[in-house]
């Protein structure tokens, strides 16, 4: 029916370790894309052994990777297995692109969101994706509000501040920092509502149409509509 690959994600992959390695296995040679969505609490062993199968990962932030909010929500007790996991993907060359919810009063420091985006841009390269996500209450936490959008917006200028090149607000559809630009001249190169793709400017070799700016673009156009194994950013 068309599948192109499996994306290991809601439940953490890493739970399910040793099944979603041989099932990427398997996947792999039938010519299926991997990805996993994780916290990223994974040993560097763990990423060298999946590495040969897995094409990208997102790994998400909460709290902008504040060690507090790690130990008090998540009973984490050090961010550093984090850090580490995703300095080994980038060895590993696995596409990364990072995600950070954004809480209301107890994770939305603009100071941490800075120091996310600084380490991500000297660590993992100024063009590696940042997405900064509204919370919504849910579940066990319905005494916080939605992110304010005002608050969203403040981050995405933190984050570009820091030297990221592409820098998108989630979980907010119609919002103009969904889309692509291209960071030299700005051009809007991928326009989006939600996790639809609604307008595509890029060359066929994926640059930007105006100033010629190469675009890392992982994924694959197809005439009658797009297919993305990675995640377009």
């Not at 390695?21 to 010519?31: H, I, M, P, S």
């Not at 984490?76 to 060359?93: A, D, N």
């Not at 939605?146 to 820091?162: G, R």
């Amino acid at each position: 029916n068309g599948c192109q690959g499996i994306s290991y994600t809601y439940t953490e992959p890493t739970i399910f370790f040793e099944y979603a390695y041989e099932t990427a296995k398997l996947a792999r040679q039938v010519g299926f894309f991997n990805t996993f969505v994780t916290n990223g609490y994974m040993t560097p062993e763990a990423v060298k052994a999946i590495a040969p199968y897995l094409d990208a990962a997102t790994v998400d932030f909460k709290g902008g990777g504040d060690p507090e909010f790690y130990k008090k929500f998540s009973s984490v007790p050090s961010v550093e297995p984090i850090f580490e996991c995703l300095k080994e993907m980038k060895r590993q060359g696995i596409h990364i692109e990072i995600t950070n919810l954004v809480v209301p009063k107890i994770g939305d420091s603009m100071d941490r969101i800075r120091e996310l985006a600084t380490w991500i841009r000297e660590a993992l390269g100024e063009d590696t994706p940042f997405h900064l996500l509204r919370f919504h209450p849910d579940y066990k936490i319905t005494d916080i509000p939605s992110t304010p959008i005002q608050t969203l917006e403040k981050a995405y200028a933190t984050a570009k501040s820091a030297g990221l090149n592409f820098v998108y607000v989630g979980n907010v559809p119609g919002h103009p920092a969904e889309n692509t630009y291209c960071p030299n001249c700005n051009e809007l190169l991928i326009k989006r509502f939600s996790f639809e793709i609604t307008k595509w400017n890029l060359t066929k070799d994926m640059r930007c149409p105006v100033c010629g700016r190469e675009i890392p673009i992982k994924g694959k156009l197809h005439a009658s509509g797009y297919a993305y194994p990675y995640a377009l950013f």
